[in-house]
């Protein structure tokens, strides 16, 4: 008999053994508190408004201009998303990384932030974008193949999209420790906070969990959030966690809330409380949104393959745009004329990227020998004389042909 | 001129950076109270304070990926590494976002971190402290690499990296960390991404750096008894590579040995003898011959005489090279 199989039959638990719940004891870790079921709702996926004592207030004192507003982001980015994908179906983009179904978790948490704010997204924060006042179109040269990253951060604090899962949360911790450093050095400066964007995927990385441990040891004014789509490309959100990962924030002492993603109101008041609670110096909160990729995770993707529509059908029924449509019609808040300007001023916006895209014309080799270093580098310099003198050997070539032709 | 260590050179460029940089910081593993596992930033945290001399907590990618955050607000983090074999952790966060956010970003951000990091065999230590990585970084555009072999280098290197608006490694050569030299506080030596002729010779050159310029000193006097004139190069900068003083010490010696810790295999030996081949052809008498570490992990402590380039070896690199 193998060792294995003797150290198998000696823990079985057919041998009586002692293993059992660990009991109440001091010293025994209690389960997760936040089931599955759990989290912060303020309108239900019927379009009806919950009360709630801690976050229902930063929603009661909102205008309707403000409400309409939550929608119109949510509307005119879907449409976006729509016209960004239908452009890489017609080979004008190399790939698109659609944003349906997560509109609430990103209007509702980019709409929290003050300017002075800083993001870090993932991929797919297009929403987020949207509220930072970036032009829509400025995402698309990434995927066109033009840059790498398309914008300048610091004009909207928003920061280049991170193709690595979870780098940027570790990038986002050492901002808001940058803040930090500025504050103590300038108890003039403006109060500000950093949001990290990360998905379930992106959890399992190592980073989040040192991002997370450097953020609650150096307190840092950063707000973890999580959009929850349950999927990571094919792997189900089981895979990645067995318990709703807001129950981490509790291991590295910091607080924890998880919201109704698709709701954009429970979002907006929970992501307010966090910012507050992280500019006023009281340290890190992980929010954890629970919504639903409704597409798929690129257009290189084929959910057919590996979850059902019945699935898909469910979490269609507690759409974001749906049911705030049916709260503002139903307190009057708005009519159909918002509506129809809602879905012009969507259409206007797509027409906007697709025109600028289709402008936005090709990358320069020499831009990026430019780029590789701030300073200037012996190396590039070599490469980059070369490249010329090569490519100029062609152009005579050119003019030698084009002149013997016409000999 | 002040006399003192390569540590004690690094120690002092250090308190010069942060007395006249005030966005300037140290962070990294035990480097407060302790001084680091060697000493180098002894005293810092005691004269400028916890929060410019941070311990942070155990975890290099947390130390690099943070770094990079700060330097994004426009500070500027000095990073210390415990150990060479330790970097690896931070590895993805050097080589997929440090060295790469000056061109993602097209030019509009620069993350100028410094990152330190202890390297180097020789002292007898257990396994992942003595290796040589850096071909590995020298393999990524974005970065610099520089390695100091002398303290005054040692005190002017560790205050340009941080002056440089890149991305700058500094390798120290931790078996020399106690090796005196004259230090001139006054006159910094010049760019730091140059190498440097130590010692002049006509028949070879042989270019080291880090921990091996010393041993390749030592092989030129010993080669001078046997009647050979032995150039010695100190390459001081591994990226970028100063091929111009190299090119110019072959065209004059006509033959070339390149001496480094790290396995030849893959190494930036490989990458002069290739450059020199080329820009040299018509000026050399040997093929260029590189002098390294074996194709293996580094070694148990027991046998690394045996791995480590040592005077015998050049030696013998330099017999080859005349034999032809």
Known sequence: MGAAQQSATGIGSENGTRVGPAGASAGVLQPHTVGERDMVQLLDAAGNRRHEDTFGPYVDELDAKTLRGFYRDMAVVRRFDAEATALQRQGELALWVPVVGQEAAQIGSGRAMRPADYAFPTYREHGVALTRGL???????????????GWDPRENNFHLYTLVLAAQTLHAVGYAMGIQRD???????????????????????????????????????VVFFCQNNNWAISVPFEVQSKVPLVNRAGGYGFPGIRVDGNDVLAVYAVTQWALDHARSGKGPVLIEASTYRVGAHTTADDPTKYRASAEEEAWRAKDPLQRLETYLRAEGLADDDFFAQVKNDG???????????LALGGASIRQKFATVYAEAHPLVAEELAWFENYEAGFAAADTQTSQGGAA | MKTMTIAKAINEGLRATLANDAKSFLMGEDIGSLGGVYRVTEGLKAEFGAHRVMDTPLAESGIIGTAIGMALRGHRPICEIQFDGFVFPGFNQITTQLAKIHTRSDGQLSAPVVIRIPYGG??????????????????TAGLRIITPSNANDAYWMIQQAVSCKDPVIVFEPKRRYWL?????????????????VVREGSDATIVAYGPLVPVALAAANAAADDGHSVEVIDLRSISPIDFDTVEASVNKTGRLIVAHEAP????????????ISERCFYSLEAPAIRVGGFHMPYPVAR??????????????????????
């Open chain 1, 183 to 221: 504050a103590a050095a300038d108890s003039a400066s403006e109060p500000a906070a950093v949001v990290a964007y990360f998905g379930d995927g992106a959890s399992s990385e190592g980073d989040v969990h040192e991002s997370m441990v450097f953020a609650a040891s150096f307190n840092a004014p």
């Open chain 2, 122 to 139: 020789g002292i007898g230590s257990i396994e992942h402290h003595s290796e040589s990585p850096e071909a590995l970084f020298a393999h």
């Open chain 2, 264 to 275: 030849t295999f893959g190494g930036i030996g490989g990458e002069i003898a290739s450059r």
């Open chain 1, 347 to 357: 259409d206007e916006l797509a027409s906007h990227v697709r025109r600028a895209t």
């Open chain 2, 180 to 196: 005196k030299g004259e230090v001139d506080t006054e006159n910094n030596p010049g760019d730091p991404f140059t190498a440097h």
């Open chain 1, 135 to 149: 032009d829509l179109a400025d995402l698309l040269k990434l995927f066109r193949g033009i840059s790498n990253g």
């Open chain 2, 303 to 324: 046998v690394e005489e045996h791995y480590l380039p040592d005077i015998d070896r050049m030696l013998e690199a330099l017999d080859r090279a005349f034999a032809y």
